[in-house]
């Protein structure tokens, strides 16, 4: 279940913004982690990168194959979650918490605001 | 769910995997588990650590059958399926005519006239329509796809032959030597068992059983602790096994060109060029890509052109997951391709070798396997281009070990390559020499005052005896030989050779009174060097009539194999090795062994080895073992060999039981042996050395074998052959004939003393209870399978010596469930029936108790430090300190 204050990309991105500041923080929905199965490997951007909406900005492996993961605003990363790719378990234990990908300063906040919400992206799930 | 699903096929296991939540994927038109609620990685290691449970129904099943089956399947595939007896399995390859591979399989031979073929899911179809239009061309051969109607589970893991004993109603698993059958039955359901797998577990079972009863089988299984496995961890396993896929390191490459068979390093055991195969789909191909293959191996490229590229394994060094179809470079040039590559799974073992200990712990890893250009060896560095960055990599000779079960051993990069650290070489040169005396000291003292001494192929000498091997003659050559101008005489070619010629000629005869018979040969300086010496001998003596062509070799043995407790000397992975020809059939060494009694493994199964022999014919047969509590059977295989007028050579090999020669034992000459050969250091009183005799006089039609046996101890096997110790042996030989009688009984009696004591302390015994559990010196303790290791660790802790031992149904050394004893040493240090009894309580509370006892042992051996049935008192002291004062 998505908790209701985030938005959702399609992708299965959830995305979460911090307070009123224009960090957008990223992770993987429990969807997601679900039909991925064993994570095994996690690449992450490097703090500073540019990424734009919707292109990839990270890949993550599970047994069987890799998946790319798609930024859901365009901006720069400003924190990376390095602990993360040596607990990998995390995401299935913690996916809206301690599994948090990236945080991205947004360039537009509007971008966040035209997100898809949690209800939305559960219902269109089950569609 | 849905419309797709419904054009899938589903095994009969289907409703236990959805009842226990698997999420199912398409496989080949298979509706299949990919994994289950604890997912691929937990899966992998279930099978590594316990036992997992595989429905691998969805894979072929073809049966053929009829009177052309055998020329069919030896054109069609590409092993020598005339090398299978009934109860045995080969991997194989359908080839096609290219030397490429249209599939990969495993033929299993359960009955005598069918032939079960295992094939590729993905392949089926194809494989069918291959073999009917191969049928066209043979007649008498009838095929039936029996895919539905067979269902097929896989039970791979350490836990997973107790999982089977368990369960199955008779018993009757199959030998523990991998690809081996039987046909069993659980709950009187009927089921066929191979020792097959594809997991890399060195305890692997696939069961085929009929598709209604299959379910009750998976939940059996289930019952006893087997853990669902799906196709997802199947995958990981295999690939860390380095096992090849079709489609991956089989089939056609990355380029879309074909993979030559020999390219995966499976293919050598696959491919036969047997001349009863004749001609078969793709032999001159492959021949071609075997000859590549073997000028490669041996670092000779010039046949490459044939085998470009071999799969190999490859260790992914850097951070990064290599996936099929990336890239590899080597020297910065394009190498090939990864075939197959993930993260797996391993369980972190602490502390090294049989005292490893297996913890709950994981690591990952990233590993593949490789389609690489043939040049490229083990320990080179490479790159793995993955997802456009290149990520370092080193090549591997594998990524894991099957040969130390009951587990399967990953074999990490960081380990293989890791430098080890060397001994301490750096001190100053009087300070090394000190700490070797002192060491040699206190390990003198340990062995000789303060530990119980129960290796049954160990014995110690009588100081007389210890101190005549280090006099003068030690150090000196006496080489002789016979000389036939001077009617037979020894000729020494050295000079100061008067006293050791004279010492020879005595330790012949007191040896030659010692085993009634005419002949003995001293020179060999081991039991195995004697051994060694007999094999050669045979050779040369079948080869008498023309020197000129290449010597035939000896054409069929019986034997004890070495898993029933035969003798390394007797295998042909030992000694035999160079002395056996090869059976064309089997294309292995002509090596027949000795079938034993089920209800009692360390005996001879006389009547079924009568038939053995009928229909063998051995020319050699090796009596005799190392892990002994029987006498051998050596009168009533004379008899079957005379009964058939068998030009056969009858050899004891009595290395164990020499010292017990006689009416109270076993007389060998008696029997009916030709040869006896032993080691003159286990129950026999010597020196560490070998001897072989015989009863052939000159009138004997055998006569000129035994002069080969002459010939092959002199010049064959030694030049020096160690006087000092020889000097030795015949004061040995002296106690020996002296005190005979009363060792030799005692020792008889203190193994069964020792055999009932353990009993009655609630110790599993090995043996028949009815003959006081030995005939011999020796006795044995099942202490459960796989902990013989760790318990004899521990009794050594306590100064207990013993050895472990694999039993009968064991796979390899390092799954040893017993423990092997002898009194033979402590015999001699004076201990009786008594103190047998005594010490089989210190043993129980060692085993059982897991009690600390080592100053209670070493109290122990206090009272027996005095060695018996030597020459000793008051009228050799003078003579023993004089020996004493010229060293």
């Known amino acids: 279940m998505v908790p209701k204050e985030l938005r959702c990309l399609q992708t299965h991105e959830w995305a979460k913004r911090e307070e009123d500041s224009g960090i957008i923080t990223v992770g993987l929905t429990d969807y997601a982690i679900e039909q991925l199965g064993d994570i095994v490997f996690l690449e992450l951007p490097a703090v500073g990168d540019k990424v734009t909406k919707e292109s990839e900005f990270c890949t993550i492996e599970s047994v069987k194959a890799a998946s790319d993961l798609y930024a859901p605003v365009s901006g720069e990363i400003v924190e990376i979650n390095e602990s993360l790719t040596e607990n990998l378990e995390l995401f299935k234990a913690d996916p809206y918490g301690q599994a948090w990908i990236v945080k991205i300063k947004a360039e537009d906040i509007a971008e966040f605001e035209s997100l898809m919400n949690a209800e939305d992206y559960e219902k269109q799930l089950k569609g | ?887």
């Open chain 2, 1 to 887: 769910m849905g419309e797709k699903m419904g054009q899938l096929q589903t095994t009969v296991f289907l409703e236990r995997h959805l009842k226990l939540g698997a999420k199912m994927v398409e496989f080949a038109g298979w509706n299949m588990p990919l994994h289950y609620k604890p997912g691929i990685i937990q899966e992998h290691l279930a099978a590594r650590r316990r036992a997992g449970l595989f429905d691998v129904s969805h894979m072929g099943r073809l049966v053929f059958r009829g009177s052309g089956v055998l020329a069919f399947l030896q054109h069609t595939l590409t092993n020598n399926a005339a090398a299978l007896e009934v109860g045995e399995s080969q991997y194989t390859i359908i080839p096609n005519s290219n030397g490429g591979a249209i599939d990969d399989a495993y033929l299993y031979r359960f009955f005598e006239d069918e032939y079960l073929l295992v094939v590729n899911a993905a392949n089926r179809q194809k494989d069918w329509e291959h073999f009917l239009r191969s049928l066209e061309k043979f007649g008498q051969v009838e095929m039936q796809d029996r895919t539905q109607e067979l269902a097929m589970l896989s039970l791979q893991g350490p836990l997973s032959k107790g999982i089977l004993t368990r369960i199955v109603d008779s018993a009757q698993l199959p030998e523990p030597i991998r690809n081996s059958l039987s046909t069993t039955s659980i709950e009187g359901v009927e089921v066929l068992i191979g020792r097959t797998g594809y997991t890399g577990e060195p305890l692997c079972f696939e069961l085929f059983i009929r598709g209604k009863e299959a379910v009750m089988i998976w939940d059996e299984l289930i019952e006893q602790g087997a853990q669902p496995v799906g196709l997802g961890a199947r995958d990981t396993l295999r690939l860390e096994a380095g096992l090849p896929l079709y489609g991956h390191e089989l089939g056609v490459d990355a380029e879309g060109k074909e993979i030559p068979v020999f390219s995966s390093r499976f293919s050598q055991y696959a491919v036969s060029f047997s001349p009863l195969k004749g001609d078969f789909v793709g032999r001159e191909a492959l021949w071609r890509q075997f000859e590549a293959f073997k000028r490669i191996k041996k670092g000779d490229y010039s046949l490459i052109a044939d085998l470009p590229r071999l799969i190999m394994s490859v260790a992914v060094a850097g951070k990064g997951v290599a996936r099929a179809g990336d890239k590899v470079f080597a020297d910065d040039s394009h190498a090939g391709y990864v075939t197959s590559g993930t993260m797996v799974p391993y369980g972190i073992w602490q502390g090294k070798a049989l005292a490893g200990q297996l913890s709950e712990e994981k690591g990952m890893r990233s590993i593949c396997l490789a389609l690489l250009d043939s040049e490229l060896r083990d320990e080179d560095e490479a790159e793995v281009e993955i997802r456009g960055k290149k990520i370092q990599a080193v090549i591997v000779p594998y990524h894991l070990r099957s040969e130390a079960p009951p587990w399967a051993h990953p074999i990490l990069l960081d380990e293989l390559y890791k430098e080890q650290i060397p001994l301490r070489r750096d001190q100053a040169v009087k300070k090394k020499v000190g700490f070797l005396l002192k060491k040699a000291i206190e390990n003198t003292i340990w062995r000789q005052k303060e530990c119980i001494n129960l290796i049954p192929s160990e014995q110690t000498a009588s100081s007389m005896t210890r101190m005549l091997c280090i006099m003068d003659p030690a150090g000196r050559y006496a080489e002789h030989k016979q000389v036939k101008a001077f009617y037979d005489l020894d000729v020494f070619y050295y000079q100061g050779t008067d006293f050791i010629a004279e010492v020879e000629e005595l330790l012949e005869g007191e040896l030659r009174d010692y085993l009634g018979c005419t002949e003995v040969e001293t020179r060999l300086v081991s039991g195995q060097m004697a051994n060694a010496a007999v094999f050669s001998a045979m050779v040369d003596y079948f080869n008498i009539a023309d020197r000129k062509i290449e010597p035939r070799r000896i054409r069929r043995v019986l034997n004890h194999h070495i898993i029933k407790g035969g003798h390394l000397s007797a295998q042909p992975m030992g000694t035999l090795r160079d002395f056996v020809a090869r059976d064309p059939k089997t294309e292995r060494p002509a090596v027949v062994n000795f079938p034993v009694l089920a209800e009692n493994p360390y005996k001879i199964d006389i009547a079924a080895c009568r038939e053995i022999i009928a229909e063998y014919k051995p020319e050699l047969i090796i009596l005799g073992k190392s892990v002994t509590l029987h006498r051998e059977p050596v009168a009533q295989i004379r008899h079957f060999v005379d009964e058939i007028s068998l030009d056969c050579i009858i050899m004891y090999d009595m290395a164990h039981v020499l010292g017990l020669v006689g009416p109270c034992f076993q007389e060998p000459f008696k029997e009916g042996a030709d040869i006896v050969t032993g080691s003159t250091h286990k129950t026999f009183f010597g020196t560490q050395r070998g001897i072989i005799a015989s009863d052939y006089q000159r009138d004997n039609l055998r006569w000129p074998l035994w002069e080969a046996v002459r010939r092959r101890a002199f010049p064959g096997s030694v030049s020096n052959h160690h006087p000092g110790t020889l000097l030795g042996l015949l004061m040995a030989a002296y106690e020996m004939n002296c005190f005979k009688d009363q060792y030799q009984k005692r020792v008889l009696s203190n193994a069964k003393a020792l055999a009932q004591a353990l009993k009655e302390s609630g110790l599993n015994v090995a043996g028949d209870p009815n003959v006081g559990y030995t005939e011999t010196h020796q006795v044995i303790l099942n202490v459960g399978y796989g902990k013989g290791p760790e318990v004899a660790r521990r009794l050594e802790d306590n100064n207990i010596i013993i050895n472990y031992q694999a039993g009968p149904e064991e796979e390899g050394f390092t799954a040893s469930g017993c423990l092997r004893m002898g009194v033979a040493e402590m015999t001699r240090f004076g201990m009786e029936e008594k103190d047998f009894q005594e010490l089989a309580q210190l043993i129980r509370d060692v085993v059982v108790g897991a009690k600390n006892v080592k100053e209670e042992v070493a109290g122990f051996r206090a009272r027996f430090t005095d060695m018996k049935y030597c020459f000793s008192g008051k009228e050799f002291d003078a003579v023993m300190e004089k020996l004493h004062g010229i060293i």
